[in-house]
């Protein structure tokens, strides 16, 4: 197995350099120049300062909105004496909540950011109102709707405060799993179909088990096929992982350095998936009736559920929302990630590894197809793609491998999760974890605004988001169509993630409300957190480790109740309901 950390140092140095090269070349773009080609700044201009989250998404997308903005409106006067314009971006990995904290410290004028709790910057006087912006139809791009209308109702419940709009959602990220197709096809990892002689097709043009949607074909124009052949249960999941293994394949892998962030939101996701929209959304909203308590959970060596027991529907509101610690679906999602830790043999050595990055991790996988101990699954955001492109990871495959090893030749897979059991086969549930935002500097210059309420508005057409998801193969958190010609621009992989969230029967999860306790303490609901357990009278927080270690999920769960217990609920949001 080649392994560019460990066993070849030579091509970890190579990778390395590449990565910084291209980071030192990205910081000095921005720092000099605009996007438009321009270099420095032309005093005949006027300037829109932009600073924008360098993360997965990257800013290839924002440097091709900038550029053809600057051309259109090469001859337009947006300030006094001024000719044209310069889009500056400021390509940083600053979060929203630092910057938040300290907005001070930042003069641009318009931010495109994640990690951003809405409601602080609206209590703190940081966002422009930009309702004008969000509600006025785009009639000057042609469009016969406003981007208020590419919202879909959740978004404009949370994001319309007191008739006013202050920010608008950004891109889209959904955790999970991802897989090589190829090798899926070249091994025959797909499941046959129900009756069959064998567990597994014997070629590719062998009948397939239904998936995780226990559909396949058309129906009601909603292609059930795409998942046909995936693991359809957790149990299946785990039987495709012991074939693997009878195939010298490494089920799954990893970044081991950040698996605490990685993995919690990876069970969100599977938590999400089993609860559903309604459910889940109780986690934000505290209020409803909790129909999957649990009275007790139970799981055997392997970490494979055993048996539970359901508590009676229960109301849900301020005052009772720390018992939704013992839903089913969390029990479910630690038991998934038990069963992962309890046999050694199912993890690559990146995933046990504490130096593993996640470029790293994703170069690892990206290489593991064209050795001799390819890698079944891989764990990250659904950027992660765009991300190792970025990285510089499949040039350096190429290098090696050729062009096959190049994005757009690879065929990668968002994998739709499977579910806890039969029982629960169906559509899908996404969470959108990253509350990104798009808003303007409420301390802007008075002369800018105007600009910046054009550029924003430009971001935002059609044009713009179909641009957008065609160079990162991820969606905006919008409601838009993408033309066909624009769909064959896009990988594998990005259609998998695209198709899987316009599959019409797909609920998505946006996890925020606009109720007291959740505007209060925002970063108390993040989607990383509330999965710390106390473990032998210690607080733990990274499950991973507890089960690599030995410990049950059962164990695990039955003190996640004592770590977030009714006496603590009491103490840290009691002012909402006493």
């Not at 940081?126 to 709707?145: A, C, H, M, N, P």
């Not at 799993?177 to 797909?190: G, K, T, V």
């Not at 769960?557 to 004592?562: A, C, N, Y």
Request: glycine share 8%.
């Amino acid at each position: 197995m080649t392994n560019i950390y460990r066993k070849d140092e030579k091509r970890k140095s190579t990778m390395k350099r590449s990565v910084c090269i291209f980071c030192a070349l990205a910081l000095s773009f921005a720092a000099v120049a605009g996007c438009g080609g321009n270099n420095g700044i032309d005093p005949n201009k006027a300037q829109l300062y932009v600073s924008s989250y360098e993360g997965g998404f990257g800013n290839d997308w924002l440097k091709a909105v900038a550029t053809r903005f600057e051309e259109e409106n090469a001859e337009t006067s947006f300030l006094p004496g001024k000719t044209g314009v310069q889009i500056i971006i400021d390509g940083n990995k600053k979060s929203g909540q630092t910057l938040l904290a300290n907005m001070e410290a930042y003069p641009q004028d318009l931010f495109f950011t994640e990690r951003g709790y809405y409601y602080d910057g609206i209590f703190q006087g940081q966002f422009l109102d930009i309702t004008d912006v969000v509600k006025e139809e785009l009639s000057e791009y042609g469009e016969e709707r406003s981007i208020f209308d590419k919202f879909n109702d959740a978004q404009k419940k949370y994001f319309e405060h007191d008739g006013k709009i202050y920010a608008i959602p950004h891109y889209a990220s959904y955790f999970g799993l991802s897989y090589d197709i190829e090798l899926f096809e070249r091994e025959n990892l797909y499941f046959a179909k129900a009756g069959a002689a064998d567990r597994f097709v014997k070629s590719a043009e062998e009948e397939r088990s239904l998936g995780p949607d226990g559909k396949t074909g058309c129906e009601g124009g909603i292609d059930y096929s795409a998942d046909d052949g995936l693991p359809a249960t957790y149990d299946e999941f785990f039987e495709l992982c012991d074939h693997m293994l009878e195939k010298g394949i490494t089920p799954l892998t990893y970044a081991g350095e950040t698996r605490k962030v990685y993995l919690n939101s990876f069970l969100t996701a599977l938590f999400a998936d089993f609860e559903g929209e309604e459910q889940m959304s109780l986690n934000y909203s505290f209020n409803g009736v909790a129909n999957d308590l649990l009275n007790d959970f139970q799981v055997d060596a392997s970490g494979r559920v055993t048996s539970l027991s359901l508590a009676e529907p229960t109301e849900i509101d301020a005052r009772s929302g720390w018992k939704l610690i013992k839903q089913a679906g969390r029990a479910y999602a630690l038991s998934f990630l038990d069963r992962l830790a309890s046999n050694e043999r199912y993890l690559h050595a990146d995933a046990k590894n504490d130096a593993c990055s996640h470029t790293e991790a994703q170069y690892g996988f990206l290489e593991s197809s064209f050795t001799d101990n390819p890698i079944g699954f891989f764990i990250d955001g659904i950027y992660w793609e765009n991300e190792a492109e970025a990285s510089g990871s499949f040039a350096m495959l190429a290098e090696e491998y050729g062009e096959k090893a190049l994005r757009n030749h690879r065929r990668l897979g968002f994998l739709p999760l499977p579910k806890a059991d039969e029982s629960h086969l169906g559509n899908t549930t996404l969470l959108d974890n990253l509350y990104s935002l798009a808003f303007i500097n409420a301390k802007i210059d008075s002369e800018k605004i105007p600009l910046a309420k054009v550029f924003l508005r430009y971001c935002y057409t059609d044009r713009a988001l179909v641009e957008f998801t065609a160079m990162t193969n991820t969606p905006r958190s919008l409601r838009y169509e993408m033309p066909v010609d624009e769909l064959k621009k896009m990988t594998s992989f990005g259609s998998s993630v695209l198709s899987l969230k316009n599959k019409g029967d797909t609920e998505i999860v946006y996890p925020f409300d606009t109720n007291s306790l959740y505007l209060n303490h925002q970063s108390d609901f993040n989607i990383d957190k509330r999965w710390s357990s106390v473990v032998g009278g210690l607080s733990e927080g990274c499950p991973i480790d507890c089960f690599r270690r030995g410990v049950s999920a059962a164990e695990y769960f039955d003190g996640m109740e004592t770590q977030y217990s009714a006496s603590s609920w009491r103490e840290l949001y009691g002012s909402h309901f006493q």
